[in-house]
């Protein structure tokens, strides 16, 4: 005779009172999935800004962020939140411009600058009228080509960081995707303006007898400059807040939206 071991018989009663263990209804996506932190801290906090604020595009904050106060510190007027540019963003272009000033990007730009067509009737333009003007209104001329080279190296270094933020997140292993020969494009055209107002800057200091060469990256430079590129970025947010914003409004009942769909 063979002997089996049985399991020993479970009365329901000695278990207690316990809930039935049941699958939720729905996966909380914010439980269930977790972001890469590490690897991807941007991308990882957009996303979760994307959660937390989902009237504005995810793409967009990456660059930019909900904030009740303006950039300057100052509440909104309608009251309600608006995107302005993070300080990374601002940071990350200047550090652009810094970048964009060295010798071989910068021998880049003047090249774009000398192919200008535009750029030899301004130049026969401006040497002229220095030539030609009193002192009071050579200093005018060359301060006010100054303002246009700073802007457009601003502008430049804009387009840069565009074209650099993009280019890391493709597939670059093909041929550039079309969306980002757009981006190359609108950067090698602001080389291009930079590169003119560049050579005439430094050939209106020249002509007008001023000591030394313009200086490009000293501290009083660069605090223009990125003065330059706050006000471009928050021109940028504003187009954004525009254009890409969902408004969320009150729920309506049927009839309601019924009559709104007549209307619309």
Not at 184 to 191: G, K, L, V
Not at 224 to 229: E, T, Y
Not at 246 to 253: M, P, Q
Request: net charge negative; glycine share 6%.
């Amino acid at each position: 005779m063979t002997l089996t071991n049985y399991a020993p018989a479970i009365d329901p009663r000695d278990l207690g009172d316990r809930e039935e263990l049941v699958a939720p209804d729905k996966t909380d996506l914010n439980v269930a999935v977790r972001d890469d932190t590490i690897a991807d801290p941007e991308g990882a906090a957009a996303r979760q800004d994307a959660v937390d604020n989902p009237e504005f595009p995810e793409w967009a904050l990456r660059d930019y962020k909900p904030s009740s106060l303006d950039y300057w510190g100052k509440e909104w007027t309608d009251g309600q939140m608006h995107l302005i540019p993070t300080e990374a963003t601002v940071e990350a272009v200047v550090t652009a411009y810094r970048e964009g000033m060295e010798a071989d990007n910068l021998a880049g730009m003047v090249d774009f600058g000398t192919s200008d067509p535009d750029h030899k009737v301004m130049d026969d333009a401006y040497q002229s009228m220095i030539s030609g003007c009193s002192k009071p209104k050579v200093f005018g001329l060359v301060s006010g080509i100054g303002n246009a080279c700073e802007s457009a190296l601003a502008e430049r270094a804009y387009r840069r960081y565009l074209f650099e933020s993009q280019a890391s997140k493709a597939d670059l292993s093909g041929d550039l995707p079309e969306y980002l020969e757009k981006y190359q494009e609108a950067m090698m055209n602001s080389s291009r303006e930079a590169g003119t107002w560049y050579l005439l800057h430094t050939m209106a200091w020249e002509k007008a007898g001023w000591k030394n060469q313009p200086n490009y990256t000293s501290d009083a430079t660069v605090k223009r400059v990125r003065n330059q590129i706050v006000f471009k970025l928050i021109r940028s947010a504003a187009y954004i807040d525009e254009n890409h914003r969902t408004v969320k409004g009150s729920r309506l009942t049927g009839k309601e939206t019924l009559a709104f769909t007549i209307k619309c």
